[in-house]
């Protein structure tokens, strides 16, 4: 509770990094803003050590990998990603990712889940549906479904067994949790629904 008896935003002073290389990195700033934390645009390895988290955005997930590793960004990622939580949206649970098809590249490795990208093929670009998130999900951050917007989305083809499910949309994972770090085939950051940004400063402050 704040002094003044209302709950506390969520996200009240904490610094969230925002992996600002490539991508829809803005539109995660302004749901940060409205939960009151404070993004940070990440785009050199020296700014991690400025925040308590990073989201690393949807986009083109080879342009991105290929930023990080111009940047010289790939083993401080890692090495942030041992000590604090990270929540990638669309590409960014591509880079996460331990295992990329279609085509292949390295993944970070940080979430034990086989991703194949553009997976809803080029007919379906992209699309919103409202989903049913399991349980897990709705005790942590509140009832109701959740609306899910997929831009050229990856599935979640199977997932290891430290990766707990938060939530499915036609029998694939769009939502996963392993320890510490979220990711989400789909982009939250795009929906008036704030629970997933919410979940993960819930993450971020434990
Ligand atoms: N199709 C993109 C990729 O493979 C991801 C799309 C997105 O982030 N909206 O990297």
Excluded: W
């Amino acid at each position: 509770m704040a002094g003044n008896g209302l709950p506390r935003p969520p996200g009240r002073g904490t610094r969230v990094g925002i992996l600002s290389l490539q991508g829809d990195f803005s539109a995660h700033a302004r749901v940060l803003e409205a939960l009151g934390a404070d993004p940070v645009f990440v785009r050199r390895p020296e700014q991690l050590d400025l925040v308590e988290g990073l989201i690393i955005p949807g986009g083109e997930s080879t342009t991105m990998l290929k930023l990080v590793t111009e940047e010289g960004l790939l083993d401080p990622l890692v090495a942030f990603a041992a000590r604090h939580p990270l929540l990638g949206t669309c590409a960014g649970s591509i880079l996460m990712a331990a295992d990329v098809t279609s085509p292949r590249q390295p993944g970070l490795g940080l979430v034990d889940i086989s991703i194949e990208r553009n997976a809803y093929g080029r007919q379906v670009d992209s699309a919103i549906r409202s989903v049913s998130p399991g349980d897990d999900f709705l005790a942590r951050t509140g009832p109701g479904e959740l609306e899910a917007v997929f831009i050229r989305a990856p599935i979640i083809r199977s997932v290891g067994k430290g990766v707990r499910v938060l939530a499915e949309d036609r029998g694939h994972p769009i939502l996963v949790e392993q320890g510490r770090h979220l990711a989400a085939t789909f982009h939250p950051e795009l929906s008036p629904d704030r629970r997933v940004h919410q979940l993960f400063l819930q993450k971020i402050r434990a």
